[in-house]
C-alpha cells in the first residue's frame, strides 16, 4: 500500500505563492502517477495537475492557467506543486493522490493523501 503525506499549505495573501510537496513511500510508490487535487467546501473535487512516474508528463487542469507547475524528485520521493498568483476562491484542501493513469479525473486512485489547507485571504 503506497502512502502519501501533504505539507506545505497554509495562509496567503491574494496574488501570493506557496509550493506543496507530497511525500510517497510504501508498495508501488515507484510506479504510479501522482496527481494533485483540490476540494472547497460544498464544491466537488477539482482535478489540479498529474505527472507520470516514468515519464515526467504533466497534465493540467483547466483552472490552473498556466500558474501551476508540477515537478518530481525521484530520490526523495516527493511530488511538488507549485502555485502562483493565488486568489480566495482558490481556498481548499489539497490532496495528492496516487493514481493507476495520468489523468487527474479522480478515478482509478489506489490512495489519497489526508490534504493540505490552503487558505487565500484578501
Known amino acids: 500500500q503506497v502512502q502519501l503525506v501533504e505539507s506545505g499549505g497554509g495562509l496567503v495573501q491574494t496574488g501570493g505563492s506557496l509550493e506543496l510537496s507530497c511525500v510517497v513511500s510504501g508498495e508501488g510508490s515507484n510506479y504510479y502517477s501522482i496527481a494533485w487535487f483540490r476540494q472547497a467546501p460544498g464544491k466537488e473535487r477539482e482535478g489540479l495537475a498529474c505527472?507520470?512516474?516514468?515519464?515526467?508528463?504533466?497534465i493540467y487542469g483547466a483552472s490552473v492557467g498556466g500558474r501551476f507547475t508540477i515537478t518530481r524528485d525521484n530520490d526523495k520521493n516527493t511530488v511538488y506543486l507549485h502555485m502562483d498568483n493565488l486568489t480566495p476562491e482558490e481556498t481548499a484542501t489539497y490532496s495528492c493522490?496516487?493514481?493507476?493513469?495520468?489523468?487527474?479525473?479522480?478515478?482509478?486512485?489506489?490512495?489519497w493523501g489526508k490534504g493540505t489547507l490552503v487558505t487565500v485571504s484578501s
Open positions: 493522490a496516487d493514481t493507476i493513469i495520468p489523468a487527474i479525473l479522480g478515478t482509478g486512485i489506489d490512495s
Open positions: 505527472i507520470d512516474s516514468s515519464s515526467g508528463r504533466t
